[in-house]
């Protein structure tokens, strides 16, 4: 150890080059953003496009069905899916992650360009946008003031969220609850009539009276005059001036056939904050910008607005991300440190030396620190997954310096070296130990980097911080480590006095006890250790699986629907009944009530924000609410369909749910019968909660048959009878014009409609005047008027229908759901041509076990080579390897015995144990190997080696446990994700620590039995 020696003799040098790694990574950490999540791109593309007034049956053929044939082309497609609701079309384009999402796009932008003129007359241009999975908003403003609710739509309109936007790091902002000034002109149908007119007439006439068109330039000589037709219309009283047609001799104008009102916009959305209407503002953040720091931002804009606020006016902020990002974040710094404390205290329990202590201890904010300066290079953020390799790092990188201090403890203590000969010569003597070690637990982790699908986006920045972590505390323990050991190490003791206490000598009596019979009757342990291997089978059948566990995060949505049909009005009073019963539980603090705040989300559909107080100030959790919510729905609002889910951290668009079933088939009839089966009998399974369908029953609807032998005999054509109706009854959501408001700068909408009167019941429909070749004729002269029932959404996945059956978890695993629903589909007796799936979260599972299963193995396939380097030996890294599959029943045992289940975090605490239990049979087996050599009998060598690595491999297997009990023991913000991962590795280690210590020099043995047999000597003789 060439490194070791020159910091021993140089001890300066050691100390500058090691502070070098300190200021570099305390810089660093001053430049890292805080964040939930690490910055990832997704190459998914959505694709929206409006068709208004268009049905569900006719975006899906016309526009949707176009879009995918188009885009179904472009190269590396994962998932192709879409769902048409009444005039919106979207669709999703999952592309495999090797691509990039901006190329993606703009393949997407291509194939669009080619097929623009296929689509219906009326569509408007398609709008092309990369998902972004910081989509989901990270702040809510609620703006509230007594006034109008016309200004009040203004004041949050003008005076916060434009200047919002401009706040660096703010993506959108969409405006929830707010009514838009507008100009209706109100048409009078009999006095259409009276005139001979048409809405069309109408139409045009403000269409070409209201405009204001340059004319260009008129030369004078030295100055140029511009030209300008000034045909606006100043004031709104002067739209009813506008002249519409000349009727024998006589000028028609608006006024004469129509009401002209200044007012707003029709409500189409809602928001209503603790009982009182207010407008919401949902901020979303720019992708790859730091949500911290763009709610902080945000909210400094905010403090600077209030002042010009209209007296009254208030600003409230909720659905703050940043505040759970923060509590999360503090927490784990806190454990990251009562860990360190805690390691450092187990080992002042062994060495029983302050000084030593301090040493070892130094280690860890050495190793983490200068961890920072890394990740700062990688780009990488303090999010939920660094801080947590980081926290779990405390009780990794620690090791190496206990072993380096250990063993020169042990050349002072026993051989009488001096100090800078114990350090350098302990160095040189568990060198090549250590290193394999910490590379073997590099390649534990590094593998994790590099799984498949999404989770290994996630999971990359662990695993590599990680392995930086643990490659920092390799070049710590061989630099600054024997420097402290070969200038301050301390022995108390006289030459030869053991350095044990009564304890640990009867500690290291009763274990060299145990190892001797157990090397008496080896293969009983061997029989021990295949029961404790195929015991792995029973106890995964018993432990269930999750995705991810729930975190409590003070806040939780509510998702109620009415019967289709219903009016936004009829929503809202039934929101505010759910509001009020939600008002009397005292851990409720915040209430936010919308309707159409989600793109394809009809009237009927409303959501409720629930906001509680910390949860350092209550006792009941987030899921016990959410339990007590969904029992108040059921008993009050029985008829409602309602789901009761935590917050979806992650945007991207769509509906979610822990379990997601999509059922795939030609004929949507016979998913919409197959899906009602599967609900019904969904809805019966304990432990599934919140069960619902994305097809639900038809939405009522006017259906108008045009006769077109009738139509066309009096020279009409379909497009001539929608776009009348279109106009009349729907206010024809295309733009007629827009009026200037020369005093605020701004243009308003103009809508032609019917005047209620004549358009608030079906049989008035059919009265609706339409021109034809023999003057105004009734609807209902060329078309029949009739009620039926159409779709409210058509889903399609793979260019196939679907339907889409949701359900949440409460107190069932995601595995246990997924094998109840399996046995209903088999009992369903799912037609030919037709399929079904799970998506989301359970596809997700799924890739996550297989993408565990093969990190796995090519870790075990990396640790071989590496101890097979190390040991030049192919023998010796099997003997090491066999403890491997012991760690797993035992983590499992421990999620088992604390009621946990298995998820992403405790599958990466499974990481850990691989990691962490060979590296107690490689310091077993290479001292074993160093006093063998030096001509020791084998079974005195194993006692002996055992018993003197005994100590460092106890000091780092209870400095990992001390470590890892402040996580284990949380119950603070984001508790629930960390607790899993503990529990594995505490329990884990704890209960496989003895078997493991037995098994490897038994399986030491045996193995060298079998290399000395005499078959093995006749064939190396034979091969010589």
Not at 477 to 485: A, E, R
Not at 982 to 996: K, P
Request: include cysteine.
């Amino acid at each position: 150890m060439k490194l070791a020696d020159l910091c021993i003799q140089r001890p300066v040098f050691a100390t500058m080059l090691v502070s070098a790694l300190v200021v570099l990574g305390t810089f660093s950490y001053r430049e890292l953003g805080v964040d939930l999540f690490p910055k990832i791109e997704f190459p998914y593309v959505v694709v929206t496009t409006r068709f208004p007034g268009a049905g569900p049956v006719e975006v899906e053929s016309q526009v949707t069905k176009v879009i995918e044939e188009a885009v179904n082309t472009v190269s590396g497609i994962d998932e192709l899916r879409s769902t048409s609701y009444e005039s919106l079309s979207q669709v999703v384009i999952a592309f495999q992650l090797s691509r990039n999402a901006g190329a993606c796009a703009q393949d997407v932008r291509d194939r669009l360009g080619r097929v623009q003129s296929k689509l219906p007359q009326g569509v408007e241009p398609p709008v092309i946008e990369k998902i972004d999975p910081d989509a989901s908003p990270v702040l809510s403003v609620v703006v509230s003031a007594p006034v109008d609710p016309r200004e009040l739509t203004e004041i949050a309109r003008k005076q916060v969220k434009e200047p919002i936007e401009s706040v660096l790091g703010v993506g959108q902002v969409s405006l929830v609850g707010g009514r838009l000034r507008e100009i209706h002109v109100s048409l009078d149908a009999d006095a259409l009539r009276a005139h001979g007119l048409t809405p069309v007439d109408v139409k045009t006439a403000l269409q070409r009276q209201n405009v204001e068109v340059p004319g260009g330039l008129v030369e004078t000589g030295p100055t140029d005059l511009v030209v300008r037709t000034l045909g606006r219309v100043r004031t709104v009283e002067q739209f009813g001036d506008v002249v519409v047609r000349e009727v024998a001799g006589a000028l028609v104008r608006i006024r004469d056939v129509a009401t002209v009102v200044d007012t707003r916009q029709e409500q189409r959305t809602l928001a209503r904050l603790d009982g009182t209407a207010a407008v919401a503002l949902l901020v979303q953040k720019q992708s790859g910008s730091n949500t911290v720091d763009v709610v902080r931002a945000v909210k400094a804009r905010l403090q600077t607005l209030l002042p010009t606020l209209p007296k009254g006016a208030t600003l409230t902020t909720i659905r703050d991300q940043s505040r759970f990002i923060l509590a999360s974040f503090h927490a784990v710094m806190e454990h990251l440190v009562l860990g360190a404390i805690l390691a450092s205290f187990v080992v002042l329990l062994f060495l029983k030396d302050a000084r030593t202590t301090v040493m070892v201890a130094l280690s860890i904010p050495t190793s983490i620190i200068s961890t920072f300066s890394l990740m700062w290079l990688m780009g990488f953020t303090l999010n939920s997954m660094t801080l947590l390799a980081l926290t779990l790092a405390v009780g990794l990188v620690i090791d190496d310096a206990i072993v380096v201090h250990e063993n020169a403890f042990r050349h002072m203590e026993e051989l009488g070296k001096p100090r800078r000969k114990a350090a350098s010569d302990a160095a040189r003597e568990i060198g090549l130990a250590v290193m394999a070690t910490t590379f073997s637990l590099v390649v534990i982790f590094v593998p994790v980097a590099f799984i498949p699908g999404i989770i290994g986006r996630f999971l990359g920045s662990f695993g590599l911080t990680m392995a930086f972590s643990i490659m920092v505390s390799l070049f710590v323990s061989f630099t600054l480590t024997p420097m402290l050991c070969g200038h301050f190490l301390k022995v108390h003791q006289a030459k030869g006095e053991s350095r044990h206490s009564w304890f640990d000598r009867l500690f290291e009596a009763c274990y060299i006890w145990l190892l001797e019979r157990s090397m008496n009757r080896r293969w009983v342990v061997v029989g021990l250790s295949l029961a404790c291997v195929l015991a792995t089978v029973p106890l995964f059948k018993r432990v269930g699986m999750d995705f991810v566990p729930a975190d409590d995060q003070s806040e939780f949505s509510i998702s109620v629907k009415l019967r289709e049909g219903a009016s936004l009005a009829q929503t809202s009073r039934v929101l505010a009944q759910v509001e009020e019963s939600l008002r009397r539980q005292p851990t409720v603090e915040k209430l936010l009530a919308t309707i159409g705040d989600q793109a394809g989300t009809g009237s009927n559909e409303g959501q409720i924000y629930v906001g509680m107080v910390d949860l350092a100030r209550r006792k009941s959790s987030q899921s016990d609410l959410m339990r007590q919510t969904r029992e108040i729905l059921a008993q009050r609002f029985p008829d409602l369909i309602t789901t009761v889910s935590p917050i979806n951290a992650i945007g991207g668009g769509g509906k979610h749910a822990d379990l997601m079933l999509s059922l795939q088939g030609p004929d949507l009839e016979v998913l919409k019968k197959l899906s009602s089966e599967v609900v019904a009998k969904l809805r019966k399974t304990p432990g599934l909660v919140d069960v619902d369908s994305s097809q639900s029953a038809g939405k009522p609807e006017l259906d108008i048959d045009v006769d077109r032998e009738r139509a066309a005999a009096l020279g009409l054509d379909v497009l001539d009878v929608a776009s009348t109706i279109r106009t009349l009854v729907g206010g024809d959501e295309e733009q007629v014009t827009r009026f200037r408001d020369e005093v605020r700068g701004e243009e308003y909408e103009v809508r032609v409609r019917l005047q209620e009167r004549f358009r608030n019941r079906p049989e008035l429909v059919a009265q609706i005047p339409i021109r034809s070749r023999e003057g105004l004729l009734p609807l209902g002269a060329v078309a029949q008027v009739r009620s039926g029932l159409g779709p409210t959404q058509i889903g399609r996945y793979n260019r196939q229908r679907q339907v889409m059956i949701l359900a949440n978890l409460q107190g069932l695993g995601l595995s246990e759901a997924q094998t109840a629903v399996e046995r209903i589909l088999a009992d369903a007796r799912i037609p030919s041509g037709y399929s079904a799936g799970f998506l989301g979260k359970g596809k997700n599972m799924g890739e996550l076990v297989s993408g565990f299963v093969v990190a796995f193995l090519l870790s075990t396939v990396f640790m071989y080579m590496i101890l097979a380097g190390q040991f030049e030996s192919f023998v010796h890294p099997i003997t090491i390897l066999l403890s491997l599959p012991l760690c797993i029943p035992f983590g499992v045992l421990a999620l088992v015995l604390a009621g946990e289940r298995l998820n992403l975090w405790s599958m990466l605490g499974l990481f850990m144990l691989f990691g962490i239990v060979k590296k107690n049979a490689i310091l077993q087996v290479d001292y074993t190997n160093a006093l063998r050599e030096t001509g020791m009998d084998r079974l005195k060598a194993i006692l002996q080696a055992n018993a003197t690595r005994l100590r460092p491999i106890l000091m780092t297997t209870l400095t990992l446990i001390a470590g890892m009990i402040p996580m284990a023991l949380s119950t603070g913000p984001g508790a629930g994700s960390r607790r899993g991962m503990a529990i594995v590795v505490i329990g884990g280690q704890t209960l496989c620590l003895l078997i493991t210590l037995l098994l490897t020099p038994v399986a030491y043995s045996l193995f060298d039995d079998l290399v000395n047999s005499r078959l093995l000597r006749r064939l190396r003789s034979m091969v010589d």
